[in-house]
Each structure stands twice: as structure tokens, then as C-alpha cells.
């Protein structure tokens, strides 16, 4: 198990870039099925769940060549449709797959991909999307298996604005015969590049974005090129993590209108901010002040910045309340903070920070991927060491934040236990 160790109380001050999205790279990994040809990606992060993806993909039949952040993806000759159950229930969201491969090849078998340490995780809004589009979807001995002759399309009105729900219906219906459209879908970016990859794909899908996506089936699809959006969440991460030490940094590559209701908060909470085309200048005090925060789907702030926000309030002025209406169970990371002298109580499905006037470096586990990014933003505040261990949940989602933090002046070793 490795650890981060690192040593609070620095400014962050200077640049560093964003990598691609995490969250995008997955769902547009999984498209390169459909195509039955070459998809060339850039900017793919090279993270622990995209390299799992294209594990899965291997597995599939298809050939895979990463090169730095480039994946080149040769998917003539998948000759498989089950993703194998180790792998789901290592990476929940390898469920993505089921979209492309059933709708590719009519079926389909995976098994449930189990909960995590966020929630239940439950997929019946994939499972009722696939039934409205005709597929047969039956459960055996926990493996679920999707079979269809002809997928047609329909209209789907999903109960929650689900994020992978939205991608695997678009994806299971891009090669279905004529129209789907799907109402309450969600709007997050990711869904956009995954719109944006699929049309240069040739593939006919509007309105990702907006609550209203129509997709017209095609027959045929072709090679593709395509550079991955930044990843909103690790922007979000590295703005707070300057925020909550006093610092000034300057993010490159970033995209600041994926990420308004974080710069919003932010700027409430006193830090100055501005935008220059793909940057984003951002200025803080000596101490930030309490806000509120509540969770809701895109365009409201990010469930995923909840932990990440939560753990910059610590120490901020005044008393802020955290109010998480996405998941049931995404406040592991407070006990945690409160080792380090957070002062937080829990409330039903709220937070309530007492802003301290520090927090204390201690040896502290992550529990998740946010939960565990909240932790390495908690500790570059906090006085002394901080040693956070499993940081293999951290692993999963940033690719080179131990460099880039040193970028900025931070003081962060990795300890290979
Ligand atoms: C995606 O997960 C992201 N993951 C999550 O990021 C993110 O937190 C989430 O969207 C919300 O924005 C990827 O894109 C790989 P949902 P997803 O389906 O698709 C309930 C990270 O840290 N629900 O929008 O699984 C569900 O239980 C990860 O990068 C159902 O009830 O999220 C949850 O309460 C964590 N039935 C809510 O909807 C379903 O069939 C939102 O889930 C599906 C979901």
C-alpha cells in the first residue's frame, strides 16, 4: 500500500496544467466498439480506471496502443460481448461497456458491478433504458445477459438525470433503427464529448447538454481522431488546493465553464478569479469564509468537488453546511478530517464545518477517490506531516497529482509501503 506523505502549511504559487477527463475518457474508451475500426484519442489521463478500460477492451477482442495520453484502439475484431465479472466489480463504471456491446452486437453479458465505498450504486435505470429499446434483459446465477434482435429506437423518460444511465442508452442507440430520445437526461460535459466524439464518428446525436437528447440510428460508422475535454473534477481540486492554502496559481488547459459553480463558491469564499481563454489566474486570501454548499446534477455544483470543498471549510471563518442530495453515503472522508482537528458534525444528509483555526498534520486513510483527494487538500493546509495511506483510490482518478502539486511549490513524497 503506497502513502503520500506531505508537509502543510506552504503557499501553492506558479502553473500547471490539467490532463484530460477522467469521467470522459471512460464512456468514449467504451464507444470505440461501435465502430468496428481505428479510433485514435489524445489526451487521454493515464490513470488507474482508463488503463483498467482498456484492459476490458483487450479482453474484448480489440488491439490497444497507448503511447503517453494517445490510445489507438483497432476494434475490428471484437469477438466477445461479456465483460469479465473480476473486472466489473473492480471498476463499477466498466457497466459503459454494456451500451456499446450490445449495441453492437445485439448482446450483451456483465454482472452487477457492486457498490462502492460512495454508495449502492444501483444501474436499474440502465436496465429499464435497455428494455424500452426492445433488448431482453435477464438475470442468471448474477450475471445479467442482454439479447435483441433489432434495437428500435423510442422515447425514455429517465426518473433521475443518471449520468452513465444517459451515456449507455446513446451509446445502445447509435447503431438502433430510427429515433430515441431520451427526456430528464443528464447534462454534465462528459456527455457532450462523448456527443461530440460520436458525431465525428459519424453517429447522429444532439442535444447532449440539455435535458433532451435525440439520437437517429446509423448503419455505419468510420475512424476517428479525438482530443479528450479536461477534466472539470482535477481542476476543481487544484483550484482548492491554492484556495486553501493562500496561494496563487495559474491552471492551464482548463476549461472554466465546466467548472462555474466551483469558481462561483470559490470567489464567495474570497478568492479572486479570473479567465484568459484556457486558463484560470486564481488568487487567494489568507483565510477563506464559510459557505454553503448543495450538491445537485450539472450545471449545480459537483457532487464529486463535495469532499474537496468540504475539507477547504475546515479551516475557513465561520460555520458552513455541506448538503449532499447525489449519493447516500459520501461523507466517509470527515472522520478523517476530523483526526486532522476538523471540527464537523453530521446531520442527515448534511455537514455542518466549524471553521478552526488549524488543522494537524496525523496519519490519515483514504476511502475514496474524492474522499482521498480531500485528504491531500486537508494536509497541504494542515501544520507538520500528514501521512495519507491507501492512496491507491487517489491513484484512479489524477494523473501526476504528486508532481503537479510540486509544481506548485507543495511538499508531497509518494512512500512505497
Ligand atoms: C458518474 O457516475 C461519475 N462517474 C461519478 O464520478 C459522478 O459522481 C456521478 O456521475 C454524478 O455526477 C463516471 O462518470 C465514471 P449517476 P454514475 O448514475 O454514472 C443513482 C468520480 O469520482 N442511480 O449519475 O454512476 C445513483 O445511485 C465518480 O469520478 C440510480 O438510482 O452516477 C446516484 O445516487 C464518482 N439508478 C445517482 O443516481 C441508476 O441506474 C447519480 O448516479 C443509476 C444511478
Do not use: W
Request: net charge positive; with cysteine.
Amino acid at each position: 500500500m503506497s502513502s503520500y506523505i506531505i508537509e502543510g502549511g506552504k503557499k501553492l504559487e506558479g502553473k500547471t496544467y490539467v490532463s484530460g477527463s477522467k469521467n470522459a475518457s471512460l464512456p468514449i474508451i467504451a464507444a470505440t466498439i461501435l465502430n468496428q475500426g481505428i479510433s485514435k484519442l489524445y489526451n487521454v489521463p493515464r490513470i488507474h480506471d482508463t488503463q483498467m478500460m482498456i484492459e476490458i477492451l483487450k479482453k474484448l477482442g480489440c488491439k490497444v496502443k497507448c503511447n503517453k495520453n494517445k490510445v489507438v484502439v483497432d476494434s475490428s475484431n471484437v469477438n466477445n460481448y461479456e465483460i469479465p465479472e473480476r473486472l466489473m466489480r473492480e471498476m463499477r463504471s466498466s457497466v459503459i461497456l454494456a451500451g456499446s456491446i450490445v449495441g453492437r452486437y445485439k448482446k450483451a453479458i456483465f454482472s452487477y458491478p457492486g457498490g462502492c465505498d460512495i454508495g449502492v450504486r444501483p444501474i436499474d435505470l440502465h436496465i429499464k433504458g435497455f428494455e424500452k429499446l426492445g433488448i431482453n434483459v435477464q438475470e442468471s446465477f448474477g450475471k445479467i445477459i442482454c439479447l435483441v434482435d433489432e434495437i428500435k429506437g423510442t422515447e425514455i423518460n429517465l426518473d433521475f438525470p443518471s449520468v452513465g444511465a444517459t451515456e449507455n442508452i446513446i451509446l445502445a442507440s447509435v447503431l438502433g433503427n430510427g429515433k430515441t430520445i431520451i427526456r430528464n437526461a443528464a447534462m454534465e460535459p462528459e456527455i457532450e464529448d462523448l456527443q461530440n466524439f460520436l458525431n465525428r464518428m459519424g453517429a447522429r446525436v444532439e442535444g447532449a447538454g440539455t435535458k433532451t437528447i435525440i439520437i437517429n440510428g446509423v448503419h455505419k460508422l468510420k475512424d476517428v481522431s479525438y482530443n479528450i475535454m479536461p477534466d472539470r473534477i482535477e481542476t476543481g481540486t487544484l483550484l482548492c488546493a491554492a484556495a486553501v492554502t493562500g496561494g496563487k496559481i495559474v491552471l492551464e488547459r482548463a476549461n472554466s465553464e465546466h467548472i462555474k459553480p466551483v469558481i462561483d463558491k470559490l470567489e464567495e469564499a474570497g478568492c479572486k478569479i479570473e479567465i484568459e481563454r484556457d486558463f484560470i489566474i486564481l488568487d487567494a486570501p489568507k483565510k477563506l469564509k464559510a459557505v454553503d454548499i448543495n450538491t445537485m446534477p450539472y450545471p449545480g455544483f459537483p457532487t464529486d468537488m463535495q469532499s474537496i470543498f468540504g475539507a477547504i471549510l475546515c479551516t475557513a471563518t465561520g460555520t458552513s453546511i455541506i448538503t449532499e442530495n447525489i449519493f447516500e453515503s459520501r461523507f466517509k472522508y470527515s472522520g478523517e478530517l476530523q483526526r486532522m482537528g476538523a471540527k464537523i458534525i453530521i446531520k442527515d444528509k448534511s455537514l455542518i464545518i466549524k471553521g478552526v483555526r488549524k488543522l494537524y498534520g496525523t496519519k490519515v486513510k483514504a476511502t475514496d477517490l474524492r474522499g482521498g483527494a480531500a485528504l491531500i487538500v486537508a494536509a497541504l493546509k494542515a501544520k507538520g506531516k500528514t501521512e495519507i495511506e491507501d492512496i491507491k483510490y487517489i491513484l484512479r482518478g489524477y494523473e501526476k497529482i504528486e508532481k503537479k502539486l510540486i509544481d506548485l511549490g507543495g511538499n508531497i513524497k509518494v512512500l512505497i509501503n
